[in-house]
């Protein structure tokens, strides 16, 4: 794969990663590269590692729907492959909202099903309760909204309570107390609202 043949924004990508986020995503491109066999350390990857593969991910994916492209049989396979390293080495790494939300509505937008239900489960195992607000708080869409929604409602009450103490996620954080407490009949989310809320006692009764 020559990366100067796969468009100019590709290019500008690419130039922008650093030498170990390019190593990485030469790692996994070798066989066998999964998801699995990349690094964890925090040394190996960051916030800005996060950043380089979404940028370069939304210049492939960008890059794919041009005319010349589907026209090239050859390049286009070869964006598709180097898209979806990036998109194991995401799914593997990152615990962005704004990562999980490229991810997730790039899933819905081909119809990939199967990768969006992995996602949420990823949703579960790895992201903090404020990162899952913050998912609810910026996906536009409405599918994704609610497996954050749900992620939420499914946390315990102690990672939830944090929310109703930042303004910016107190209406999310509510939102996901009364679902436990009125969905799923947790009494303990039922006596944080009413710890938290007391005006309110009893408003969804």
Known sequence: MVIKDLGPAVVRAWDGLRPMTKKLLARAMQPGGTGTALPTHKSSYDAHADWEVSRLLTA????????????????????????????RVLETQSASAEVFIQLAERALRRHDYNRLDKLADLLSLRYSATEVAEVARQAESPQVRAIAFETLSMMPVELLLPLLDDPLYIEIGMASLEQKAFEYESEEAREALENYFPEDDGRNN
């Open 60 to 87: 492939l994916d960008e890059q794919s729907r041009t005319a010349s492209v589907q026209k090239d049989s050859e390049k286009l396979g070869e964006i598709t492959e180097l898209a979806e390293t990036c998109v």
